[in-house]
């Protein structure tokens, strides 16, 4: 659904500057150890958006690319090294981080991995040990 609205983002220094629009896939707060490790904090707050909903709009020369995996290309400003997104190509998703979209009225929906959680967050959201069947997890649920 695409409401036509935009929001706009940045990195760090406002390098790099882009826009989303429309509604995201999903949103909610991943806590595999990639992510961990990537954000440096104990949870990454995620909103999934198609990829042409993601709009570079200054900058683009400046987008670093480092992907440990095929499954995740994780983007940063070349200046300040800030993190802007992630691209999850098997998925058909980009995962904007919702710090960067501070206008964006982020709602989670949902934990992911949270198997490997090392921050135990009592919110009543659903809990997936991985991630849900349709995006190639196991579905499995988990209790608070």
Request: charged share 15%; with cysteine.
């Amino acid at each position: 659904m695409n409401n036509g609205k935009a929001y706009k983002g940045s990195c760090f220094c406002g390098a790099v500057q882009f826009t989303v629009s429309g509604e995201p896939q999903g949103m909610g707060y991943c806590h595999c150890e990639s992510c961990r490790s990537w954000s440096a904090g104990p949870v990454n707050a995620f909103t999934l958006w198609k990829p042409e909903a993601v709009q570079i709009t200054q900058g683009a020369e400046n987008i670093g690319t480092y992907n440990k995996t095929p499954r995740s290309y994780r983007k940063w400003c070349k200046i300040c090294g800030g993190h802007l997104f992630t691209e999850h190509p098997g998925m058909g998703l980009t995962d904007v981080y919702a710090a960067v979209i501070p206008d964006f009225p982020y709602h989670a929906g949902v934990h992911v991995n949270y198997q490997e959680t090392v921050l135990p967050i009592k919110d009543g959201l659903p809990k997936m040990k991985d991630l849900p069947k349709e995006m190639g997890g196991s579905g499995v649920s988990m209790a608070e």
